[in-house]
């Protein structure tokens, strides 16, 4: 489908794309994680409308960012203390920060590691300070637990 110059607006585009494309990508990433994905795809075409909007099959093509964007990707690594002069610390923690989910452990790593504000950490997290402080809340506790370490009191 070409959408013609001045013809619908990615609003619109987005509004009437969205359903199918989270049904399509059911198939492909599970219930879980479809409505993500198309969101993802989503962003992508906000970003990048010029583009998406004379494609011949904008929706096929979002289908495939939002395969792409929602992949399984490699757990990261993190650094030794050493390399980033971090003082002597738990050697479990590391592997057990990089099991945290992602929210958890980035909110962790910039507010405890780098010393970010919660309003910095949200604003790089692209959500709520207050959400910051949820994600660094579960976080913490399940790495006191798992560490075996008891809250200070």
């Known amino acids: 489908m070409v959408i013609p110059a001045g013809g619908e607006g990615v609003e619109q585009f987005a509004q009437r794309v969205r359903p199918r494309l989270v049904r399509a990508l059911v198939g492909s990433c599970g219930v879980d994680r479809a409505a993500d994905a198309a969101s993802e795809a989503l962003a992508y075409a906000f970003e990048h409308w010029e583009r998406v909007r004379t494609l011949e099959n904008p929706e ?35 592997a057990t920060l990089l099991r945290l989910p992602l929210t958890q452990r980035t909110a962790v790593w910039l507010v405890h590691d780098c010393g970010w504000t919660y309003r910095e950490t949200a604003e790089a997290m692209h959500t709520s300070p207050s959400m910051v402080g949820n994600h660094l809340s579960r976080g913490l506790a399940t790495l006191r637990r798992e560490l075996g370490v008891e809250a200070d009191v």
Not at 71 to 93: F, K, T
Request: charged share 30%.
């Open 60 to 94: 096929g093509y979002l289908y495939r960012v939002a395969q792409s964007r929602s992949r399984e990707r490699r757990r990261p690594s993190l650094p030794s203390p050493v390399e980033v002069g971090l003082p002597d610390i738990e050697p479990a923690l590391i």
